[in-house]
């Protein structure tokens, strides 16, 4: 059974750019869940998505954004890019949510320059 | 609002040791789900452990153990016998927010295990 697939791994933006990333869930999993991952704050929430619609959301500023398509993938942007948002975007995915386990992809290493 | 605390940044032992990894959490929730995972260096947090609120019953799993005390909102898990492959960090992780049955996890600052020969 294939694990939670995050692209691309590495990433390397100019800042004012924007970005997206993705997300493959586990196959079946339809809660799709992303962390930012810095050394100062650590491991943040960001957003949750089940069926398409944001269940739950972080307190982030709004240039951050996700969707969830039919098939349970998911994509986060990033606009306006700044140089604190240099972090490891982490996804994961479980199969019902709320207090199930959750399965995490390998991150997605953004670097802002 | 939830919290977990981690007090032991790094902790260094020599394999073969016991090792047991401290967390405090807080929250007003009755039903909430505590978990352990593992980050090494490839950077994916691997699940390791899930207790519900409603279950203190303390288990082994392999070289796995954990101790969860409701009483000290306490969520403790022991390494035994550890080995180098064990050297990663370690977090804990609260969830308990279940409207609409939301899955999101509050997660500790982690702890770096260090196992070396």
């Known amino acids: 059974k294939a694990g939670v697939t995050q692209t691309p791994r590495y990433l390397i933006k100019t800042r004012g750019q924007q970005v997206t990333l993705s997300c493959s869930p586990i196959s079946g999993h339809r809660s799709v869940s992303w962390y930012q991952q810095t050394p100062g704050q650590g491991l943040q929430f960001l957003f949750e998505y089940f069926s398409e619609t944001q269940r739950n959301k972080g307190n982030f500023p709004g240039r951050f954004s996700g969707r969830q398509f039919s098939n349970s993938r998911s994509e986060m942007n990033v606009s306006t890019l700044e140089l604190g948002d240099s972090a490891l975007y982490l996804c994961a995915s479980s199969f019902v949510g709320g207090g199930g386990e959750a399965f995490f992809g390998q991150g997605t290493r953004l670097t802002v320059v | 609002a939830q919290k977990v605390t981690q007090a032991q940044t790094e902790i260094s032992v020599v394999e073969k040791e016991d090792v047991t990894l401290d967390c405090v959490y807080e929250t007003r929730d009755t039903t909430y789900y505590l978990f352990w995972y593992k980050q090494p260096p490839s950077g994916e947090l691997v699940f390791l452990i899930r207790?519900?609120?409603?279950?203190?019953q303390n288990e082994i799993s392999g070289r796995y153990s954990w101790n969860f005390q409701k009483s000290t909102s306490s969520f403790n898990f022991t390494i035994t016998a550890s080995q180098v492959v064990d050297s990663a960090v370690y977090f804990c992780a609260l969830s308990d927010d279940f409207t609409g049955g939301g899955n999101k996890l509050t997660f500790g600052t982690g702890t770096q295990l260090k196992v070396e020969l």
């Open positions: 207790r519900n609120s409603f279950d203190e």
